[in-house]
């Protein structure tokens, strides 16, 4: 067992007001610890000293172990194209304290450090995955994170009690404007939240992204006059990062009064220019994720992904949540949940939005397991391909959560509320009550 053990330090005798704390886990072919020093000065200082001089940078420089707990020992590796033989595996759990001196307040250059060529090709770990970034506050101190927040979100929809009703204009794609308003109109009238563009829809010749903005930012206005309610057009605005302060821009003069990113798409470092231009919310899709978090021993866990979207200003966040169909376990839904809402420094809470599948159904269990209603869902077809149109849709919803208010089952209570009636048809077989 060979290794320098500059790389160890005691986490109590340091300033950690300099570091970040970084939580990996990976496996070895070779002893743990040798790993692990390998891994601090790849992704840190690596060559640490010029030749014929005197000198050493890893003391200032270097990242630091912490913590090393070795879990187990493994009979194969988790990923065993990527090993061609081996005689021993480690499977180990590590701390490792990163001199925030290396790159400063740039999320681009935080994540070239923990999750670049360093970590990912050090000698002897084959896998390794990200579990968790730690910030200091005085590193938090130097961003701005969501300008509005779940407290904000709520003065913006004028909504207090409740989880949020966002819904995914459907069709998303091949609709023109105008068809495509009268939907997200319809929802309004029916008491929806908020109205949004999918992500796939972008500036296209058959929707053109000032043309669509317009049509429904004035239809918005409408159908606030009409229902007296709060009525929020969320348009996506993902694009090349040079053309997003230009479609900002335009789709708040036309009305669009929260706009959305694909943040991994368009990379962190765009949306936190955004945030730092825009005087509207910011919601983030989590789109180019699932390649990064899905593998279990590899990758970066998506916990992380979500701290780093409200870190750089997303007001609120949209992820896989329960359901078959978004193949992500209960427990990694609900630590999602809690990072976009526990205390972060100065750094304000973003709204947590699980999605996946949802209708008037899925409010009760969510806010039972959530335990609050900080919150938000975003079905598409509940809404939009709803028997009755996407007004009813949008009744469906609020019907759902006066029986989760009132204790009574959805069954009992959609005997007098017909679209709730119809809701449940649509989503479990049963026949309507009627």
Known sequence: MSYDKIYYQDWEKMDQEKYLILDYYFESTIDPHEAAAHLCQEQSTAQWKRVGVDEDLRPEFASKIIDLQVERE?????????????????????????????????????????????????????????????????????????????????????????????????????????????????????????????????????????????????????????????????????????????????????GADMLMINAMCTGLSGVRMVRKH????????????????????YGIHSRVITKLQRLSGCDMIIFPGLGSRMKTPEIEVFENVNTCLDPMGPIKPSLPVPAGSQWAGSLGPLSKRVGHTDFAIVPGRAVFSHPGGPASGAKSLHQGWEAVEKGVSLEEYAKEHFELAQAIQQFTGKEKVK
């Not at 740039?106 to 060529?117: K, Y």
């Not at 459907?170 to 308003?181: Q, R, S, V």
């Not at 910011?282 to 899905?294: G, Q, R, S, T």
Request: proline residues 8%; glycine residues 8%.
């Open 74 to 254: 493994l009979e194969t590796p988790s990923l065993p194209f990527q090993i061609d033989k081996w005689e021993k595996l480690w499977g180990t759990r590590l701390k490792i304290a990163y001199p925030i001196a290396n790159f400063g307040p740039r999320i681009p250059n935080m994540l070239t450090a923990v999750g670049g060529e360093g970590a990912y090709y050090s000698p002897g770990i084959y896998t390794i995955k990200l579990h968790d970034i730690i910030f200091p506050d005085s590193y938090l101190d130097q961003f701005e994170g969501p300008k509005f927040g779940v407290e904000g979100l709520r003065k913006w929809t004028n909504v207090f009690d409740r989880p949020l009703f966002l819904g995914v204009i459907k069709p998303n794609i091949g609709l023109a404007p105008e068809p495509f308003g009268d939907l997200a109109y319809q929802s309004w009238l029916g008491g929806l939240d908020i109205a949004k563009d999918d992500e796939l829809l972008c500036d296209t010749e058959w929707s053109p992204f000032a043309e669509r903005t317009k049509v429904l930012g004035k239809l918005r206005a409408q159908a606030e006059q009409k229902t007296g309610k709060r009525c929020v057009y969320l348009a996506n605005i993902t694009d090349e990062v040079d053309r997003m302060i230009e479609l900002h821009d335009i789709g708040v003069k036309n």
């Open 278 to 297: 825009t005087e509207v919310p910011l919601v983030a899709h989590f789109d180019f994720i699932a390649p990064l978090v899905k593998a279990p021993y």
